[in-house]
């Protein structure tokens, strides 16, 4: 597989210095069930641009959410790294001890939730809280008080001092994501772990968020891990988009070549089920016919090809590799991209 | 806040009410005329029907109840039957030492239960796990009148540690009078507040809240004492609470056991004699206190959690 051992190289010459921030290089991860041992992900080679917002899509059970986990050590506890590395400076995350880990989280590595609703201490004010994750800062309380009042500011929630003597049931969903997000950029991440934070909120919540994260991403300048299954609040934030199926990375590119140009079957099919795209009145939303396939065992060949159009005799037997694309960056994990095939 | 606890207050004094007043109907269903019981088997009638009016007892049963209460409401709960000495002066010296007993009964095994709860559920399906459940479901199941029994003929029969009998006098003497029966009182409850805490546990470290935190590099320690044991103990609090009604009903038990002053000796001891007054004193007392009690453990709860405080 060419790519990966081009990424490989490139890391491990220029370190710290070069534009990527994490270096995901064939990472397997396995859950351990009472049926079996789930190949969750297999082979993931993906990188986080520095100071960029990597968007992360797919359907749900496509690992998106678990690949996000496993940067910032927090898989549950049947889960574990079967293979690969994720380099972050000369560090290979995959390999650190708890100790290692918590040194990391909250300081280097951030992350939002999902559900607003429930990722806040219900019993602690929110300045408590806000002031408990400014542990490491030896500065007094005031300055931690002064820091907390700061980021809610940043993040718009009005009338900031009053609201850290509030508790989490006290604000509305909207409200409480913005105090993650506070306190995730309070912490000054170099990267940002989103994982679906406005899945849980309504739709015109969900552009408020999604424009806050990108301004405060842009003041900021850290990267951002951005997960999520609306492609819409994806084009809207993204830089760049991985495009994952059935625990593997099978589109990745610049967020306009994917949006514009997308070549795997898999990502067509994607934006042809977004509502927001569908042009004529239809009954029925389209959806892609067939579900998933069994992770347990995961088919030789293309993961897809069971609900792929295009699919044919050469997809039943190889496992596809990234194919480079037209696009600077894209690539495409699937046989109709491969420029032999073309020719042939 | 404050109108929620008058409210609590107003329906207490209704409750108490409540079960002061189906006790008395129960002594009056009972065979045994008290003023029989007071003269003897060799009183004449005119004597029992003079003693009966004197007593109240010749009156409808309504006009009993309501001269009963307006009785208590001025502080008097009557007289004992033989000596004629004041109910409250009595229940009064005998209270201290069941809620002495009991009291120290709660502390120590809700602290080694919360201790033992959590534990377990930290170390979930480790030997320590397994083997503080058998343990906990043991206590549980094990009546505190048997453990009292055992507890005698081991520590006091046998090893000699500890006195068996009476309250003692003296500090010292007291707290080693204590140790026994607030041990055979506890026990139980070690497993109840165990169990509890470590279900409670178990659902909390599940939460996203745990989670969020770990993610900002809080320590394990932290995370156990302010986002799963700060939640995790409500609801061992309420068991407490509602657990003082049975701590009562322990607590005669085992003053008897041990020959020891009480409310739960003075109870017995009363319902033996047919001592009425004194038993519906003492009744009105310990409903009242276990009443109170899970006021008290509600208004914690209150103040430990914002969600609840909110909706008082």
Redesign the interface.
């Given at each position: 597989m060419v790519p990966t051992a081009l990424n490989a190289a490139a890391s491990d010459v220029s370190g710290a210095a070069s534009d990527t921030l994490v270096s995901i290089e064939g990472l397997s991860v396995d859950f351990d069930t009472g049926r079996g041992t789930v190949h969750a992900l297999r082979d993931i080679d993906l990188e986080v641009p520095r100071g960029k917002v990597l968007g992360l899509v797919g359907e749900s059970g496509c690992g998106k959410s678990t690949l996000a986990y496993s940067l910032?050590g927090?898989l549950a506890e049947n889960a574990r790294v079967a293979g690969g590395a994720i380099r972050m400076g000369d560090q290979d995350l995959t390999r650190l001890g708890p100790a290692a880990w918590?040194?990391?989280?909250?300081?280097r590595i951030?992350?939002i939730?999902?559900?607003p609703m429930?990722?806040?201490?219900?019993?602690?004010t929110i300045g408590q809280q806000m002031l408990?994750?400014q542990?490491?800062d030896k500065t007094g309380r005031a300055a931690k008080r002064a820091r907390a009042i700061e980021f809610l500011e940043q993040v718009q929630i009005p009338d900031a001092p009053a609201k850290l003597d509030v508790?989490p049931?006290?604000l509305s969903g909207g409200m409480r994501q913005r105090v993650?997000i506070a306190?995730a950029l309070l912490?000054q991440p170099d990267l940002l772990i989103a994982d679906e934070p406005t899945t849980a909120l309504d739709a015109t919540l969900e552009m408020q968020i999604v424009s806050l994260l990108r301004d405060l991403q842009r003041k900021f300048g850290c990267s951002v891990l951005f997960v999520s299954h609306h492609l819409g609040t994806v084009a809207e934030l993204c830089d760049e988009v991985a495009v994952m199926y059935a625990g593997e990375v099978v589109e990745y590119g610049g967020a306009r070549a994917i949006f514009h140009t997308p070549r795997h079957p898999y990502t067509q099919a994607l934006f042809d089920c977004d509502p927001a795209r569908i042009k004529e009145a239809t009954r029925n939303l389209p959806t892609i016919p067939g579900t998933l396939p069994d992770l347990r065992q995961p088919p030789p060949g293309c993961a897809y090809r069971a609900r792929c159009p295009h699919g044919w005799a050469r997809c039943e037997r190889e496992h596809p590799p990234l194919y480079a694309g037209a696009a600077e960056g894209q690539q495409i994990r699937c046989h109709l991209a491969d420029p032999e095939e073309g020719a042939a | 806040m404050l109108f929620y606890t008058a409210q609590r207050l107003v329906l207490s004094v209704v409750i108490v009410m409540v079960a002061v007043s189906i006790l008395k109907l129960m002594l009056h269903v009972v065979p045994g005329d008290p003023a029989v019981l007071v003269l003897g088997p060799r009183a004449t009638p005119e004597l029992i029907e003079r003693t009966r009016e004197a007593m109240g007892l010749d009156r409808p049963l309504l006009v009993q109840l309501v001269t009963f209460f307006g009785n208590i409401f001025r502080g008097d709960l009557g007289h004992d039957v033989f000596t004629g000495r004041a109910v409250s002066r009595i229940v009064l010296e005998q209270l201290p030492y069941t809620l002495i007993l009991i009291t120290v009964a709660i502390m120590w095994s809700a602290a080694l239960g919360i201790v033992l709860g959590a534990y377990s559920a930290l170390r979930r399906n480790t030997w320590f796990d397994t083997l503080s459940g058998i343990v906990s479901v043991g206590t549980i199941s094990i009546p505190a009148f048997v453990m009292a029994l055992y507890s005698v003929l081991v520590f006091a029969v046998w090893l000699r540690w500890l006195p068996a009998i009476g309250a003692g006098e003296g500090f010292v003497n007291s707290i080693t009078h204590l140790i026994l029966p607030a041990f055979a009182i506890g026990v139980s409850w070690v497993g109840y507040v165990a169990r509890m805490v470590r279900a409670s546990m178990l659902e909390i470290m599940g939460?996203?809240?745990v989670?969020?935190?770990?993610?900002?590099?809080?320590?394990e320690r932290?995370i156990t004492r302010?986002?799963i044991l700060?939640?995790a103990v409500l609801p061992a609090v309420t068991l407490i609470g509602t657990g003082v009604a049975h701590l009562f009903s322990a607590a005669v038990f085992v003053e008897v056991i041990f020959a020891r002053p009480g409310i739960g000796a003075l109870i017995v001891q009363a319902v033996n004699e047919r001592n009425y007054p004194i038993v519906l004193g003492a009744v009105l007392v310990t409903t009242g206190i276990i009443v109170l009690a899970t006021l008290i453990s509600d208004l914690v709860i209150a103040l430990?959690?914002?969600?609840q405080r909110?909706e008082l």
């Open positions: 910032i927090l918590r040194d990391l989280r909250g300081r951030a992350m939730f999902q559900d429930t990722a806040l201490n219900p019993v602690t408990d994750i542990y490491r508790y049931h006290q993650c306190m912490t | 939460q996203p809240h989670r969020m935190a770990r993610a900002f590099g809080l320590s932290r302010s986002h700060k939640i430990l959690d914002p969600r909110e």
